[in-house]
T-cell receptor
Framework: AQTVTQSQPEMSVQEAETVTLSCTYD???????LFWYKQPPSRQMILVIR??????QNATENRFSVNFQKAAKSFSLKISDSQLGDTAMYFCAFMIDTGNQFYFGTGTSLTVIP | EAGVAQSPRYKIIEKRQSVAFWCNPISGHATLYWYQQILGQGPKLLIQ????????DSQLPKDRFSAERLKGVDSTLKIQPAKLEDSAVYLC???????????FGQGTRLTVV
């Protein structure tokens, strides 16, 4: 079975500071993809960043970067220079190469404080 | 590029009534997903289509939920009869081929009273 665990239900960070959201997953598969999605109050899930498991280099997208530790099955998201618009629920998601199904964690509610 | 369109945005019904949600995926996307997101939880897959065929509906409560994707484009999810525990946001998503990231609609918030 594939599982995704986000152990931080809520987090807060001061504007312009850096915050790291944690995510662990469990799978016996070797080929898979990992994603971080952001869900603001508008409810629309927006892709923040993705990582292919076969790539050793950590993905980076502007102020967002990941720390992917395949052996530890860990996939954390770092947000640098936090902005008020980053306030949202953040979901870690996982998809195996052959299954095409997304597995989501329970989410972390991030609040950026002015 | 137009995103995933869903309607309605909100729906309030009484228990035992029926309800239908509509989704129009991004043009050219072969894979379409329906997710149920209960307050405070992550999305849970209900059904996944590849074109007009069902790939996975193992978590769809088939005694009350049904979904179709005629012609492999837009899709309808129906609940009949609704229960109180069906209150949730229903998210539709699509991806090009199921091997890439999914793009989500804004969801339909269903309240069953």
């Amino acid at each position: 079975a594939q599982t995704v665990t986000q152990s931080q239900p809520e987090m807060s960070v001061q504007e312009a500071e850096t915050v790291t959201l944690s995510c662990t997953y469990d799978t016996s598969e070797n080929n898979y993809y990992l994603f971080w999605y952001k869900q603001p109050p508008s409810r629309q899930m927006i892709l923040v960043i993705r990582q292919e498991a076969y790539k050793q280099q950590n993905a980076t997208e502007n102020r967002f970067s990941v720390n992917f530790q395949k052996a530890a099955k860990s996939f954390s998201l770092k947000i640098s220079d936090s902005q008020l618009g980053d306030t949202a629920m953040y979901f870690c998601a996982f998809m195996i190469d052959t299954g095409n199904q997304f597995y989501f964690g329970t989410g972390t509610s991030l609040t950026v404080i002015p | 590029e137009a995103g995933v369109a869903q309607s309605p945005r909100y729906k309030i019904i009484e228990k035992r009534q029926s309800v239908a949600f509509w989704c129009n995926p991004i043009s050219g996307h072969a894979t379409l997903y329906w997710y149920q997101q209960i307050l405070g939880q992550g999305p849970k897959l209900l059904i996944q289509f590849q074109n007009n065929g069902v790939v996975d509906d193992s978590q769809l409560p088939k005694d009350r939920f049904s979904a179709e994707r005629l012609k492999g484009v837009d899709s309808t999810l129906k609940i009949q009869p609704a229960k109180l525990e069906d209150s949730a946001v229903y998210l539709c998503a699509s991806s090009i081929d199921g091997n890439t990231e999914a793009f989500f609609g804004q969801g339909t918030r269903l309240t069953v009273v």
